[in-house]
């Protein structure tokens, strides 16, 4: 399927007719703007063909995201998109960097004016991060699809009646570290100001609250936290001991999609025009789906989403992933000997190619640059975890496209991961 787009960029509707496309190319009268998805931008007037009836369903997530838009008849394009997941691992490094620099002896400077203020609607990096995942993606469709409706799913969770089923009246107000003064505090108390490994045999009487996960991902949420003793604390970390404590439920994504649902619909709305959005809920989605008799997947579901569970299926699916675009950490933390600091960044090009760069190599196969090495030996694989090299050379490579901030290739149905699966593409620094 080749996506069109009229004179001035307005999408039209998609065609399948090759040899045409073919012909308009060769005589100049259209242009290609980009390959994957293949569209092209007739550079002549054209009659201004759109359906009326072509609704886009988005199926949102914490980890990812699922596209769909289909007419009655057919879906015309379909997507599964995979979200970073690295943001509260490098904001949490970036400020142990800030504190280090800041309790280091370093050239005195005068104190500033701290006029610094949030925004008054400010949301946390990770989850703005994950949003404007969401706007790209959507407003990438809308650019070469004539799409006329959007259909957004929105659900709302009750993370404290999903800790406590029977939870209910003035006990929302009443959590689980009430008359405690922090939480420190409320997990001495917890645990009874008693080791939780060796339970007080080892009569170190000085306790400390350990975190089960690391502080940087795990955060300070007390089932991420656990007592023990000085004697099995420095223990532990010397390695010589292990702890078999496991954190408890997470719910990062209930409470992602809180936040998320309405700041989402509203920019929708306020974009795209509020008659041309609108929402539907979950339970609707699943029981479109169990009475069509379809398989769970993100992208099953935004076509449920989309009103239209029965349409032709599309052949071929987008694979997509944010990947991260720049590493901003010039120096690496450890000093070497002589006072040098090593460059933590690796030269933006290596032969000519840089991280994420779409190459396709020899023997014709696609895939992504994942790790470049100074001698020429580059790590090339595709999104759905097939490694095509773990070290072949520059010079069997030619450039396709170069990197963007959400990386795209074409796969068939049969060839797409399954819910749950690990794509086996890592995020490099």
């Not at 290596?350 to 779409?358: A, I, M, N, S, W």
Request: with cysteine.
């Amino acid at each position: 399927m080749v996506y069109v787009q009229a004179q001035d960029g307005t999408p039209l509707m998609p065609t399948t007719r090759h040899g045409r496309v073919r012909r308009l190319l060769e005589r100049g009268e259209a242009r290609v703007v980009q390959t994957c998805p293949f569209t092209i931008r007739l550079l002549r007037e054209s009659k201004m063909h759109t359906d009326p009836a072509m609704a886009l369903g988005v199926d949102p997530g914490y980890k990812a995201i699922g596209l769909s838009v289909t007419t009655e008849e057919q879906e015309y394009y379909a997507a599964d998109i995979t979200l970073r997941s690295d943001v509260v691992d490098n904001i949490s490094t970036r400020r142990q960097a800030r504190r280090a620099r800041r309790s280091r002896k370093k050239r005195y400077r005068q104190a500033r004016f701290n006029n610094r203020k949030r925004e008054d609607n400010w949301i946390a990096p990770s989850v703005s991060q994950r949003i404007h995942s969401h706007e790209k993606a959507i407003s990438d469709v809308m650019r070469i699809l004539p799409v006329k409706k959007i259909i957004i799913e929105i659900a709302a969770f009750d993370i404290q009646k999903i800790k406590n089923p029977d939870i209910k009246g003035k006990e929302y107000q009443q959590g689980e570290q009430l008359d405690s003064w922090n939480v420190r505090e409320y997990v001495l108390f917890r645990d009874g100001h008693i080791c939780q490994h060796c339970k007080g045999k080892s009569k170190d009487k000085v306790i400390t609250v350990h975190h089960i996960e690391s502080r940087k991902i795990g955060g300070e949420a007390p089932n991420n936290l656990i007592t023990l003793c000085a004697a099995c604390h420095d223990t532990y970390h010397d390695g010589k001991i292990t702890l078999e404590f496991k954190r408890g439920r997470i719910f990062r994504e209930g409470a992602f999609m809180g936040i998320m649902r309405w700041r989402l619909f509203d920019s929708l709305k306020e974009t795209c025009g509020e008659e041309k959005v609108t929402a539907t809920f979950g339970y609707i989605t699943k029981h479109t789906r169990i009475t069509a008799g379809l398989e769970k997947s993100h992208i099953v579901d935004a076509r449920c989403i989309s009103g239209r569970p029965n349409a032709q299926p599309a052949e071929k699916v987008f694979i997509r992933k944010c990947v991260r675009t720049k590493n901003r950490q010039i120096h690496k933390f450890n000093i070497s000997k002589g006072s040098i600091r090593k460059a933590n960044q690796s030269p933006k090009y290596v032969f000519g190619y840089q991280l994420f760069d779409k190459v396709k190599n020899n023997d014709g196969r696609v895939g992504f640059v994942f790790g470049r090495r100074a001698s020429g030996s580059f790590d090339v694989r595709t999104l759905t975890g097939e490694k095509i090299s773990a070290g072949i050379s520059y010079k069997k490579l030619s450039l396709l496209r170069t990197r963007e901030s959400i990386l795209t290739e074409t796969v068939s149905v049969n060839g797409m991961p399954k819910e749950g699966e690990n794509a086996g593409c890592r995020s490099a620094a």
